[in-house]
């Protein structure tokens, strides 16, 4: 080919990776060499609630049941968010589960044992959590005992732990109006539509700013066709969702009339109590994903974490300091483990012996693998944890109805986190292959 044959082909200029086909064609090109993302888990989520609606529609797609379906993986998803800061290292937490419920017992205790305000009996819990991941942190870090074995001994020792702080067989009750209206009450309609405006908007204005960024230091940027499809796609999505829950999702039996009331004592004949709006939790869902994935990717601390997680030895050669890395994403995994036991307290109106256990590990672990963080460490996000989460909660509350075996629902949970590892897996490999 002649030099003039080559300056006459269509290449776009820096900073411009051209229009929507050609973000598409790069995107395949880039999950060909092995960089799948979150990609089977959304076309997972998509097929479960595809098949889950064909088979109980009347039952599963309904606002009444999505709004269940959220208050069901809340906890489960907010502490995969925390796990993802671990699994980002290439290690393994196995005591969030109890750390949660370690934390949701200081909780209970403070308030009615000795009766704290609830802001108080709120830091105190939290505190207990970073305390947990504080241990654990240093005895990974420093002893350098492998984060499985002392995970699995906090995991026993926690669940002693939470027996000596509120009795074998114990139920503590919350007594805090606030702290229970998490994840009992909603969101006026106007808030609902008021926060859908205000993520839109804020998804808007960050990406633009990142897209000008780039192309201002002359490198490669989505266009602003791309850029207009991501945010109305994002739109239309959580429209939806909003339109859904702020319906009337209470059943109005014949002959009366929905209607807001304050109070069970105040409710009037001939009148039930409106159920619609956005869940509180999904605000603190939200507050959780904006902080923390600041903190990944837009810190020196967040590049720290994926250096390490990449190649511990080149990161400690390279002068980042490997020991205080681990120890904080341990603070960190732990601390979210509190804010998880708090709302699975909220959920419950209680806190017993059994709270962060069952399987709450075992589903917040396959929610963050599920999502696409990587068990080997150095790649994930933490909206992989709300993707996962979901599809996690879409199994175990799509499959109650349509089976009454609930070992079902185990068998197929852990196939979709083992099939979830073998892409990741896969997906290393490929990209090794690759040189990516």
């Known amino acids: 080919m002649s030099a003039t044959q080559v300056t006459d082909v269509d290449i776009p200029e820096a900073g411009d990776t051209g229009g929507i086909g050609q973000a598409l064609r790069d ?48 906890a489960v998803i907010v502490l995969a968010m925390g796990l993802v800061f671990v699994l980002l290292l290439g290690e393994i937490d196995l005591s969030a589960g109890f750390a949660a419920g370690t934390a949701a017992a200081v909780l209970a205790v403070g308030l009615t044992k000795y009766g704290l305000p609830w802001p108080v009996a709120l830091i105190a819990c939290l505190l207990t959590g970073t305390v947990i991941g504080l241990l654990l942190g240093l005895l990974v870090a420093k002893l350098g005992i492998p984060s499985f074995v ?10 002693g732990v939470m027996l000596l702080i509120i009795g074998e067989g114990g139920t503590i009750g919350i007594q805090s109006d606030f702290l229970l209206a998490i994840m009992n009450r909603n969101m006026p309609v106007w808030a609902g539509w008021l926060l859908w405006a205000l993520v839109i908007l804020g ?17 490669s940027g989505s266009s ?11 739109a239309i999505l959580l429209g939806i969702a909003v339109y859904l ?6 059943i109005v039996r014949a002959g009366k009339q929905a209607c807001v009331v304050m109070g069970p004592p105040n409710e009037p004949v001939g009148c039930i109590p409106t159920l619609q709006g956005v869940p509180w939790a999904v605000l603190v869902v939200l507050l959780l994903l904006v902080g923390l994935t600041f903190v990944l990717s837009r810190t020196s601390f967040g590049r720290h974490v994926y250096a390490v997680g990449g190649n511990t030895e080149a990161a400690r050669r390279a002068g980042i300091k490997v020991s205080s890395i681990k120890i904080t994403c341990f603070m960190i995994c732990s601390t979210m483990a509190a804010v998880a036991g708090v ?33 080997f460490g150095g790649r994930g996000r933490v909206i992989d944890a709300i993707i996962g989460g979901l599809v996690v909660a879409v199994i175990a509350n799509g499959l109650p109805l349509i089976t009454s075996q609930s070992g079902i629902q185990y068998v197929v949970t852990g196939g979709v986190l083992l099939v ?17």
Do not use: C, H, M
Request: glycine share 12%; hydrophobic share 50%.
């Open 420 to 436: 979830a590892a073998s892409v990741d897996a896969l997906s290393r490999r490929r990209s090794s292959a690759s040189g990516r």
């Open 343 to 375: 709302l699975l307290a909220s959920r419950d109106n209680s806190v017993s012996p059994t709270t962060g256990g069952a399987q709450t590990l075992l589903f917040a672990v396959g929610a963050a693998v599920i999502g696409g963080t990587s068990l």
């Open 203 to 219: 998804y808007a204005g960050v990406t633009f700013r990142a897209i000008r960024a780039r192309k201002a230091a002359g490198l």
């Open 245 to 250: 829950l702020n319906g009337q999702r209470q």
């Open 150 to 159: 002392v995970t699995l001994a906090a995991f026993l020792g926690l669940q």
């Open 27 to 74: 995107y395949f090109v880039r999950v060909k060499g092995g960089e799948v993302g979150s990609l089977p888990a959304v076309a997972g989520l998509i097929v479960l609630i595809a098949l889950f609606s064909v088979l109980q529609g009347t039952t599963f797609f309904t606002a009444l049941n999505f709004a269940n379906l959220i208050n069901q993986g809340t």
């Open 224 to 234: 602003a066709s791309v850029w207009a499809a991501k945010v109305v796609s994002l």
